[in-house]
């Protein structure tokens, strides 16, 4: 007769409640409760296909969860189109419903926000000029509010509508070189500058909830794609590891400075590459189905939301890997 032990070359553990020494799949009794228990294989992250938008657009900004996100601005078809869309579009986890538009048409915007209730987007391409406007959605509609003090095109945007940042981007009229290293912080009513990036860059993504933990991932320095990765504290900016794959265009998410995922982006050609940042390093995980760059992103490491991006109305949905959890073993 076959035993756990001749199987595996071990013999079951014995142990007095819970036993944090466990491995992933190691089996285990635990005499205090009489079952046998395990730990299980922490579950893999993966993508899964969303509802679709509306309209084709890249270059655009999103804000929000996974089951309640805005995408805004952006570009028409064909990307390098010189034209720019006012159109915002609200996800309920399900599916996009068409709402009212931007004041200002524009492109390679940024954008910040909790949720479909509460955004901010700001700066950005409006062909064949610039702008530097700042817009408050309600819920319903967008205000306009005061402007960015400096204007960049593909500049990075995280936080909320009362509490967010705005770093980097191309300061020429289509968002080109020069590339910025500047940092303006927004407080709910006005934008103040504050310490710049390390490194000028454009097309770069960032992560976080509010003005005192934020990422700064990727990006374009006008010679090469860049894998740099900066950490904002509240007060300024260090550098930390660097992603696996230098792109730029690439979608980004995550709560603060310690936990993030990023994906897609042009390599090039447009991948669908995927990390995840743990506060140390990033990991490459599971591929997006579709290749693209210039994506929207938003929610969180373990929640995730890529809308469109390289001409499409594609949008996936990201859930991150499990943790390990303990499981009792019933017998009879």
Known sequence: MSTYKKEFGTGVQNNAGDYTGAVE??????????????RSVAATGSWA???????????????????????????????????????????DGTSWTEVNDLNTSRRGLAGAGADNTSALAFSG???????????????????????????????????????????GGGTAPDGGAPFSTNTESWNGTSWTEVNNLAAGRSSLTGAGADVTSALAIGGFNGTV?????????????????DLNTARLGLGGAGADNTSAVVFG??????????????????????????A?????????KSLALASGGSDTTNTEEWTGAGAPVTETITTS
Do not use: H
């Open 292 to 300: 693209r760059n210039y994506i929207a992103g938003s929610g969180t």
């Open 125 to 167: 391409i409006n062909p064949p000029g610039t702008s530097t406007s700042t817009e408050l959605w309600n819920g319903t509609c967008w205000s306009a509010v005061n402007s960015v003090n400096t204007y960049r095109g593909f500049g990075g945007g995280t936080g909320i509508s009362t509490s967010a940042l705005f770093f």
């Open 25 to 38: 799949g190691q089996l285990w009794y635990n005499s205090t409760a009489g079952s046998f228990q395990f």
């Open 49 to 91: 296909t969303g509802g679709t938008l509306n309209q084709f657009r890249d270059q655009a900004a999103g804000s929000g969860t996974q089951t309640s996100t805005l995408v805004f601005g952006g570009g028409p078809i064909p990307a390098q189109s010189p034209s720019a869309l006012a159109k915002t579009e609200s996800y």
């Open 265 to 290: 982006g042009s390599v090039p050609p447009p991948t669908g590459a995927t990390e995840e940042w743990n506060g140390t390093s990033f990991t490459e995980v599971a591929d997006m189905a579709s």
């Open 225 to 241: 794609r860049l894998a740099s990765n900066e950490s904002w504290n509240g007060t300024s900016w260090t550098e930390l590891n």
